[in-house]
């Protein structure tokens, strides 16, 4: 992969009366050879080739610059040992100009960059969320030294406080806080990371009314791009976050992940491995790839279609079960504020749990009736078939998802 790059920079003469390229230095050459392994997820190779990077140049400078990419490398392969395989929803691209936009936030929460919190914009922050009737706001904006970091003001008595800095700025900048519940996320470049925007979490602390540590959330939410603005929707079905891995200039994915209350972490040492698990390829799009084909008649595709929505469902009943146990669990040693918004979520998920059962009864029911059409006319059903084509390894084919766009506040 490597070499074709190299071959084609070399190469490349657009015409004659344009001047040839400088040609690439040694040190260049191996520089290109480890980053291309670290954004292959190959980060022993990447420190190796790094570190002979190190060995053909006494420039202190570039001797540091080098040592700021070893120590991603490092990163990367630490976090290796903490990986998380979520389900994958959905996954659509956007341009970087309104993304946002399409997060199930209320509508016209987002206010255009430049305003009176941001004045600067940029490519990263096309606009600031700040939903009208808040009275406490974390966004990202200038500090004194001109680097992005997260602020804070709030309202108090008359008027709005002076924007106040948090603790933890890397000096390097940080982008899109967002609070969910007593967790704030948002994106750094500066802190323990891969390169680029990486994702943190920090845990408020009731008793010392601080947020704690910043936390990388670990693969596959960070990546060797940049990765940011990761939301858990109200329901508390969904973890939503972009990217733009594998995109072009000016788009990102946004990923739309089952939420998931205790994520089971594991060692990945395959760097392919950790290439397939930071893809976030949707179920729904593996089932595609590999199912059976389907028979052209409509009523076995309709019929097709209710096995599929009755698995969906199932499947959704059974989850959810289990994330209010564990969050049972969870509540049970909580205290104080965490206590509290759990109790919360439990309700809310509690609550939907009739409506789910309901949708599930009318589709086993309507299953039903199809298979009872499809035996009249003579046509035998395979439902185990249709359920291998759609399954990923083992697991039940996901609900999708619907991307809406919202509107800026004017």
Not at 236 to 243: C, P
Request: net charge negative; glycine share 6%.
């Amino acid at each position: 992969m490597l070499s074709a790059v190299i071959s084609a920079i070399l190469a490349f003469f657009p015409d004659t009366t344009r001047e040839a390229p400088v040609p690439l230095s040694e040190l260049d050459l191996i520089c290109l050879e480890a980053e291309d392994h670290h954004l292959a997820y190959e980060f022993e190779e990447a420190i190796s080739t790094y570190r002979l990077a190190q060995t053909r140049t006494r420039d202190s400078v570039t001797r540091a610059g080098i040592e700021e990419f070893i120590i991603q490398s490092v990163n990367g392969r630490n976090m290796a040992d903490f990986c998380y395989k979520p389900r994958v929803v959905a996954r659509k691209r956007f341009s970087m100009d309104d993304f946002f936009l399409f997060y199930p936030l209320r509508d016209s929460t987002w206010v255009r960059t430049p305003n009176q919190l941001d004045s600067l914009g940029g490519p990263f922050c096309a606009a600031t969320y700040a939903p009208g009737d808040a009275i406490r706001h974390y966004y990202s904006g200038i500090d004194t030294t001109g680097v992005r970091t997260i602020l804070e003001t709030h309202f108090e008595d008359t008027a709005w406080t002076a924007p106040a800095a948090l603790p933890f700025a890397s000096g390097k900048g940080e982008i899109y806080p967002m609070i969910s519940g007593d967790k704030l996320y948002f994106s750094s470049r500066g802190l323990f990371g891969v390169g680029g925007y990486d994702l943190y979490r920090c845990d408020w602390d009731p008793k010392a009314k601080k947020w704690g540590n910043p936390v990388n959330l670990g693969f596959p939410y960070s990546s060797p791009a940049d990765d940011f603005l990761l939301m858990n929707t109200p329901d508390g079905r969904h973890t939503i976050f972009a990217s733009n891995r594998e995109c072009p200039q000016d788009s990102v994915n946004v990923y739309v992940l089952e939420y998931d209350v205790i994520p089971v972490h594991q060692s990945i040492t395959s760097a392919a491995e950790l290439r397939e698990l930071c893809s976030l390829v949707p179920d729904s799009e593996r089932a595609k790839a590999a199912a059976a084909p389907v028979s052209d008649d409509p009523a076995t595709k309709a019929y097709a279609d209710k096995v599929l929505e009755v698995r969906q469902l199932k499947g959704r009943f059974t989850r959810t079960n289990r994330q209010i146990e564990a969050m049972r669990n969870r509540y049970a040693k909580a205290t104080g504020e965490e206590k509290k918004f759990l109790s919360q979520e439990i309700a809310d998920m509690e609550a939907g749990l009739p409506e789910l059962q309901n949708r599930l009864n009318k589709a086993s029911r309507e299953l039903q009736a199809m298979e009872m059409d499809l035996l009249d006319a003579g046509i035998v059903p395979d439902r185990s078939a249709i359920e291998a084509a759609a399954d990923a390894g083992d697991e039940v084919p996901r609900e999708g998802y619907v991307f809406t766009r919202r509107h800026f506040r004017e």
